[in-house]
């Protein structure tokens, strides 16, 4: 039998919906093990006004550990995220512990390079964020994966993200799975 992948999903208000829906739907399609946790609050109103109800506050994973971190972008949801002390300490952790860390859109740059978690690596993020990259090495590709990091460009990427996070973290056999249940061809990412 194949242990539980655990992933963490924090979630603030302005976080993009989109992009938060397709990471969690996909690995849970993957058969992970996906804490929404809520920064600031269970109930969060993401950038579209969609609202999302987090599972678990930040203050029950403190001391949790999760084969990796994922954040959605959105604005102003990665501020929100980046400027949560008891978060980034939670990411550092997972960081120096060596879980895999991935974002989308804005927040490869707004919290991972602004925190010098991504220092020295290449990463990608929505262009419109691309300026603040100043501890990291910015590349326009869509998806970017660096030693323990994996970036995505934007919310029209987040499905192909969310699989790319499936083919790091789980057997050949899963990704495959995953893919053909979502009506995917073998040559999509």
Same mark, same amino acid.
């Given at each position: ?46 950038? =579209? *006004?969609?609202? @999302?109800? /987090? ?5 029950? &994973?403190?001391?949790? %550990? ?30 120096? =512990? *060596?879980?895999? @860390?991935? /974002? ?5 740059? &707004?919290?991972?390079? %602004? ?34 990091? @994996?970036?995505?460009?934007?919310a029209g990427y987040a499905i192909d993200f969310a699989l790319k996070l ?24």
């Amino acid at each position: 039998m194949e242990r539980t992948v655990k992933i963490l999903v924090p979630l603030a208000e302005g976080s993009e919906e989109l992009e938060a829906v397709a990471i969690v739907d996909v690995l849970r399609r993957a058969g992970a093990k996906v804490d929404i946790v809520g920064i600031g609050g269970k109930s969060v109103t993401c950038s =579209k *006004g969609v609202k @999302i109800e /987090a599972e678990v506050l930040l203050d029950e &994973v403190g001391s949790l %550990y999760y084969d990796a971190i994922v954040i959605p972008g959105g604005m102003p949801g990665a501020e929100n995220i980046r400027n949560s002390e008891e978060f980034v300490s939670v990411l550092r952790n997972h960081f120096e =512990k *060596g879980a895999i @860390i991935g /974002a989308i859109c804005a927040s490869p740059a &707004v919290v991972l390079d %602004y925190h010098g978690i991504t220092k020295g690596r290449r990463i990608t993020c929505h262009p419109a964020f691309s300026h603040l990259v100043k501890h990291s090495f910015y590349s326009p590709d869509p998806l970017v994966i660096d030693s323990q990091f @994996i970036t995505g460009k934007s919310a029209g990427y987040a499905i192909d993200f969310a699989l790319k996070l499936v083919e790091l973290l789980f057997p050949p056999h899963v990704f495959e799975e995953v893919k053909k249940g979502m009506g995917l061809s073998h040559s999509h990412i």
